[in-house]
Nanobody, 125 residues
């Protein structure tokens, strides 16, 4: 059974940094995509960044140059380094993994079939 557990959320001032972590377990196939999504109340879940097994990455335009996704394949941990945070980045952040629903890496919610419980990020101006 695949399980994802996020940590690292918290409260920071605008311009600050946070690093989110997602510990993954239960994968039997390494050919998955993993990603970070975020959601604020009343809005749809938004793809932030994704990474494939070879380390190729994809970012939402709103976070390019500020956020970095990475993973430790030995420890099975996914990271999201968030720098120069803005109030608009405040949201619940979710770790997600795809078992290969689609053959290409996307930032679309329907393409990911495993989800963590989320970790809250608050950014004050």
């Amino acid at each position: 059974q695949v399980q994802l557990a996020e940590s690292g959320g918290g409260s920071v001032q605008a311009g600050g940094s946070l690093r989110l972590s997602c510990t993954a377990s239960g994968f039997t196939d390494s050919s998955v995509f993993m990603a970070w999504f975020r959601q604020v109340p009343g809005k749809e879940r938004e793809g932030v960044a994704a990474i494939d097994r070879d380390g190729r990455t994809k970012y939402a335009d709103s976070v390019k140059g500020r956020f970095t996704i990475s993973k430790d394949n030995v420890k099975n941990v996914l990271y999201l380094q968030m720098n120069n945070l803005e109030p608009e980045d405040a949201a619940m952040y979710y770790c997600a993994a795809s078992s290969g629903i689609v053959p290409i890496m996307t930032l679309l919610e329907p393409d990911f079939d495993y989800w963590g419980q989320g970790t809250q990020v608050t950014v004050s101006s």
